[in-house]
Nanobody, 114 residues
């Protein structure tokens, strides 16, 4: 299983970024996919997830600002982020499970300056 995240960067508060995750080695169309993030000194936390049928779940902290989506044909997961705040600064990881085992991508850094 390989999860390759990209799209991170440095933006000012109020800015936007779109993260992308390319997946291989899994049956993408039937897999629940998720985005997690980890800020320095903090635990990794769920940002958003999306089921195989496209039903999303969001953390309260990003509800209304982030949108998770997927393209099953291209085997890609996306996270559109808007109204970014300094508290959103973190490494963002793509996540899935296969046969009960969790898999993580290498992460992409998002830095938001005030």
């Amino acid at each position: 299983v390989q999860l390759q995240a990209s799209g991170g960067g440095s933006v000012q508060a109020g800015g936007s970024l779109t993260l992308s995750c390319a997946a291989s080695g899994i049956n993408f169309g039937i897999s629940t996919m998720g985005w997690y993030r980890q800020a320095p000194g903090k635990q990794r936390e769920l940002v958003a997830s999306i089921t195989s049928s496209g039903d999303p779940i969001y953390a309260d902290s990003v509800e209304g600002r982030f949108t998770v989506s997927r393209d099953n044909t291209r085997r890609r997961l996306y996270l559109q982020t808007h109204s970014l705040q300094p508290d959103d600064t973190a490494v963002y990881y793509c996540h899935t499970t296969r046969q009960g085992r969790p898999y993580w991508g290498q992460g992409t850094q998002v830095t938001v300056s005030s």
